[in-house]
């Protein structure tokens, strides 16, 4: 929602141990695991297999691959659970180096049996890294840097497959008669080069090391698969994550033939678009901190969904029918009416992807117990493997059984991502509620946040007290706060047509005055108490009401009422700029501006701030002392 805090970038993580090392070594399994894959279709070429049986290898390793997904997925969250994580790590790395040495064998002899049986070890290594890979990411990360760091590895994950596709499918086109040879030094000196990067890793805490690890699998992937449901956000986070997979199972496993048949290419135009959408969600994927202002902004996941269908929808329609045209490279086919719509098509696809799966990612392990956030991810692999398997056998048998083209393939796909977003965003009303709020404020204000991320606690209880000047100011707050915040208002401004909807998703708090509903006063102040004793983050207007003038009313002592029950730390925050906005109260009265009478944006873009001092000891806050540190906060700047 917000402009980025200056002075900080998602960038700045690649030269900090406690995240290079880790990015690096998960770049590189990426990186490794399809420079393999690619090298045993390349070594399918160089044995001059026959067409049928190597359409058969080149089916069955996917399915080799992903089978240890379902298998050992629930063992390998536990494991991830129970053991600090840089160890496990290095165990996993250790493990590639093993699995490599046995491929590179495969390769010399050039032996299906044995590279299938060291791709199937592929998958349980991986498979046992997956839920390291993001549970490790919240534990030396800050909140306000979940997103940037979950956008760093999407990127890195995206890129690393196409380039290691690059480099496997290349070996033995360059190399020659050395490709067995190339092909498996490649492969091992990769492993070798992760397991050396990867005792970089400072150590890690393990979640739960008292954990009891359970060996049945059947019963064990239930329980973690029903690990993800505990919390509906997070049920429907894992579900938009799934979707995603569906989604590029879908495009990636039908691009080949699209490109061939449809765009009349080469296979040189395959790996050009397969790049462009590859690009496309990395571009994305980093965005996301620029358009998220470093806070975890689900409010981008509306904006992903419906753009991913929007392009898809716009692919079937850039090319319904076959191509006439055959054997175009990029450039021919770059020559072609039409040829940049689908190229802008699979670009956009693939940039909205990444707006749609990094808040995922962020969303996911900022809401769940660090306790349970590997197995919460390992059930979420199940799932994602479950989509998988869907999407190409769903994929083969439309075109199969029904006859369907690829293109309507594509248009199927569409619609079910509509009605699939629709369907998450009317079950968890908040990740709507979320664009909504990003979209009038990144509308309405640039917005500059300063103190936020050394003052406000990343985790456990906190009192915010802010000045109150506009209608706006809650929406302004919660794109400031990396962590999700109720808010205590005033129950007039709760109720108001469209934002309520907004504040109750949002779980915000209605309060009146004891003169106006004593019982509304007294359950708000419970509500505050329960909200604080679940370790949240609560933010109440202390003045009571809207300013009039622009200047600061004294602090009511509804706020020592809360910290005498619960004397938790207070973080002073003040909002500056706002009093000259549409939404506040200055010209409310003035009848003789026409402006003031239509509410209409008096500055447009307009610059404003939201600072926050060091906390104070809830012990030892009172009204007066709160209000004068927010005037200091604030000074003149209304």
Not at 50 to 59: F, K, P
Not at 81 to 92: C, M, V
């Amino acid at each position: 929602m917000t402009q980025a805090t200056h002075g900080h970038s998602q960038f700045e993580l690649l030269g900090q141990r406690r995240f290079a090392p880790y990015f690096v070594v998960q770049l590189l399994g990426a990186f490794n695991d399809n420079v393999f894959r690619q090298a045993i279709i390349g070594l399918l070429g160089y044995m001059a297999i026959d067409q049928a049986q190597r359409g058969l290898y080149t089916q069955l390793a996917p399915a080799i691959f992903i089978l240890p997904y379902f298998l050992f997925s629930a063992h390998a969250g536990q494991i991830a659970e129970k053991l600090e994580k840089s160890r496990l790590i290095r165990i996993t790395t250790a493990m590639e180096i093993a699995i490599m040495s046995l491929a590179a064998v495969g390769f010399l002899l050039q032996n299906m049996t044995v590279l299938l049986v060291a791709l199937f070890a592929t998958g349980v290594q991986s498979t046992l890294f997956g839920p390291v890979k993001y549970s490790i990411l919240p534990a030396v990360l800050r909140p306000e840097e979940l997103t940037g760091g979950n956008g760093l590895v999407e990127m890195g994950t995206s890129i690393s497959i196409l380039v290691g596709m690059l480099f496997g499918g290349l070996i033995f086109a360059v190399a020659g008669t050395h490709g067995p040879v190339v092909a498996g030094v490649s492969v091992v000196a990769l492993a070798v080069t992760g397991n050396l990067v990867s005792r970089m890793i400072p150590a890690v805490a393990a979640g739960a090391p008292e954990l009891r690890i359970r060996w049945n699998p059947v019963p064990e992937s239930l329980a973690v698969w029903r690990l993800t449901r505990r919390q509906l956000a997070v049920r429907n986070a894992v579900l938009g994550v799934s979707w995603f997979w569906f989604t590029g199972t879908v495009l990636t496993g039908n691009l080949p033939v699209y490109a061939e048949q449809y765009l009349g290419g080469t296979p040189t135009l395959y790996v050009f678009a397969l790049a462009v959408f590859s690009v496309g969600v990395g571009v994305g994927s980093l965005l996301c901190e620029k358009l998220s202002g470093r806070v975890v902004e689900i409010g981008l996941v509306p904006l992903g969904a419906f753009g991913m269908s929007a392009f898809i929808l716009d692919l079937y329609f850039a090319q319904p029918v076959a191509s006439t045209m055959r054997g175009l490279d990029v450039s021919g086919f770059l020559g072609q009416p039409g040829s940049w719509r689908i190229v802008m098509d699979l670009a956009g696809i693939g940039l909205f992807s990444g707006f749609f799966v990094v808040p995922l990612f962020a969303l996911i392990q900022s809401r769940t117990p660090g306790s349970e956030l590997s197995r919460v991810i390992a059930g979420m692999n199940i799932q994602n493997a479950v989509f998988i398997v869907l999407a190409a056998v769903g994929g083969i048998a439309l075109q199969r059984v029904l006859g369907w083209s690829i293109p309507q393939l594509f248009l199927a796909l569409a619609v079910a991502s509509v009605l699939v977003a629709v369907w998450i965003f009317t079950i968890v009303p908040e990740f709507l509620m979320r664009f909504l709020s990003w979209l009038l404020v990144r509308t309405l204000y640039r917005l500059r946040v300063r103190g936020v991320e050394a003052n406000v606690p990343d985790e456990g209880p906190a009192l915010i007290v802010c000045n109150h000047v506009s209608y706006m100011d809650a929406l302004i707050l919660a794109a400031s706060i990396p962590r999700p915040v109720r808010f205590v208002m005033y129950y007039r401004i709760f109720n108001i047509p469209v934002m309520s909807w907004i504040f109750r998703t949002a779980r915000a708090i209605p309060i009146a005055s004891p003169k106006e509903d004593p019982e509304l006063m007294q359950r708000a102040f419970d509500e505050v108490d329960a909200a604080l004793a679940e370790g949240e983050i609560v933010c109440i207007f202390p003045e009571g009401r809207l300013t009039r003038d622009g200047d600061i009313a004294p602090f009511k002592s509804g706020v020592e009422r809360i910290l005498q029950r619960r004397p938790v730390p207070v973080v002073p925050m003040a909002l500056r700029g706002m009093w000259a906005s549409m939404w506040s109260r200055r010209h409310a009265f003035d009848e003789t501006s026409r402006l003031g009478r239509m509410r209409v944006p008096r500055r447009f873009r307009a610059h404003i701030d939201a600072v926050a001092a060091p906390a104070v000891d809830g012990s030892l806050a009172t009204a007066g002392l709160l209000e004068a540190k927010v005037r200091v906060l604030r000074g003149d700047a209304a």
